[in-house]
């Protein structure tokens, strides 16, 4: 890839923003970020440095969601009903197509965090794999057959209901379903049940139980999709808690208890891994969303030829 | 696809197997029946009938499982962990593509039936849909850009462990998880549950409610996971018992309660619609295989040129 054209890749998140102009890890020639205020004012910003660029080829957008990739759709390429103030309904990647005549690739922060991850990080040379991140939220992105599973729109598994350990009938935090895994295992929802910080709560403490079986009830939902190889997990609660990554292991083999039969699952310790991107998978997941539309682009004029 | 070359379609079933010479429901030739027995003689029979039939361009075949589908896999193609007397570890992709000099298309009967619905049934015309089977298993197949949804394995969204009704303890029937969805809904959990068989069970038993409950988590799943545009439901529970589709739109509104915001979501009666071809939806589904099969090849052979 390192001879591959350079992308522009944006990473759009709740925080802030990244600009890289790269075609790999080993191939970072620029790298920029912005503060995410008000959609004109961050957009605009990220207009003026892609303006300072030249010769990228096409432009790859992970963004915060829920957003619209469904190129049937009317508001494709748009961030859509997010509760971030200004930013519901926000054109995104047909304003950077409007603007600059290359492919635009566009998806969710997470499934470009897991098409990073699948090309130069845990997943390296597997075709199929999903990433699940946990922190403020719970997202799980898949990548099947080298490219994101989708259809309607993205991926929201974090927000699937699973059973409850036994005695516990915490109500949860999420705000449309209470106990799904989001409301019970992302970092709001152990500081509320718990009124400490998941980075500072103790091992033992028994808290953590739960969080380890909501996450585990996904991790076995994700297996029984058929897609992953493997499983890549990232995000500050389980980055910042080495302890849950054995637990997590022993419950989803509990959970799945030797239903699916395949070598890949045979070893949770391949399975169940951490990434290993960190903070760049985002902004390097884009540059595989750039490259994968300038493919699509170049394959579409192939068959016409 | 009446213009389309003639398939040799084969659905594999745990009594009985069909094999049909189609390029589509208006366009059957030929349509024969083969009793599940040993595999040496289920095979061979069918093998048979083929010789008997001369222009087909490929084959394609939908299987009961489970069936290693992973190319990447020595296995490739073998029904493999299957409880079902002598037939573990049957070769049966690679056995018919090397009797015949045709490709061969090779998936679970559920994503053929899933195929079968999106091209001629109730999902014609979308790129992405669920197909969900409700009767002595529950199965799940998901299409998304007109492909099965894949990877390691095919889907096995039945046995996703959901949260219980609150007050119902019942222990379900599924060997490997109990009160799974197929533990508690299929039709031998029903029959077990209330010694009433689910086709003679009144409409107004209690024990519905449970069914209707772990039915409506499935699709709420299906929904996270972002691919269907619309869901199809077939099977011997569903199909005979009416009653359940609206209590089933119901309830799959309430556990997702209103977090995926698409227009297809909007209106239930649109999203969650009955099967359309009945039992042809395995045979038909098999000739979508085997044409996938065939254009997949000619894609190929395409781009060496």
Redesign the interface.
């Known amino acids: 890839m390192t001879d591959a054209p350079p992308i522009a890749a944006l990473e759009l998140g709740g925080t802030k923003c990244v600009a890289m102009l790269a075609s790999g890890p080993d191939a970072i020639h620029e790298e920029v970020r912005v503060p995410t205020t008000r959609p004109e004012e961050t957009l605009s910003a990220l207009e003026a440095v892609l303006d300072g660029w030249r010769g990228f080829a096409a432009i790859g957008i992970g963004s915060f969601g ?1 957003v619209s990739i ?1 190129r049937q ?1 009317g508001d494709y390429g748009n961030i ?2 997010t509760p971030k103030p200004g930013w519901a309904d926000t054109n995104v990647a047909r304003r950077f197509a409007a603007r600059y005549d290359v492919p635009v690739g566009f998806h969710t922060d997470v499934v470009g965090a897991a098409l990073g991850e699948a090309r130069w990080g845990a997943g390296q040379g597997l ?3 999903a990433y699940v991140t946990v922190g403020t939220g719970i997202g799980a992105g ?1 990548i ?2 080298g ?1 994101p ?9 974090g ?6 350990l036994s005695g516990d009938d915490w109500t949860g935090v999420c705000p ?2 209470g106990a799904c895994v989001e409301g019970l295992a992302s970092g709001p929802a152990i500081a509320a049940r718990t009124g400490i910080k998941g980075e500072d709560l103790d091992a033992d403490h028994p808290a953590w139980d739960s969080v380890v079986d909501a996450l585990a ?1 996904l991790m ?2 994700l297996v ?6 493997r499983i890549v997990l990232g995000g500050g609660v389980l980055v910042g808690n080495p302890h849950l990554l054995p637990q997590l292991r022993a419950a989803t083999r509990l ?11 045979e070893n949770m310790e391949t399975f169940l891994v951490p990434a290993a991107l960190g903070a760049g998978a985002g902004p390097l997941g884009a540059v595989v969303l750039g490259a994968q539309a300038l493919a699509e682009r170049t394959d579409r004029a192939f068959t016409r030829v």
């Open positions: 829920p469904d759709s859509t009903s075709d199929a794999l898949m099947a057959h490219q599973v989708d259809g309607l729109t993205h991926a929201e598994l927000h699937i209901r699973v059973p409850r449309f379903h009830h076995a939902t029984l999709t058929g897609v992953p190889r959970s799945l208890n030797g239903y699916v039969v395949r070598p890949e699952l």
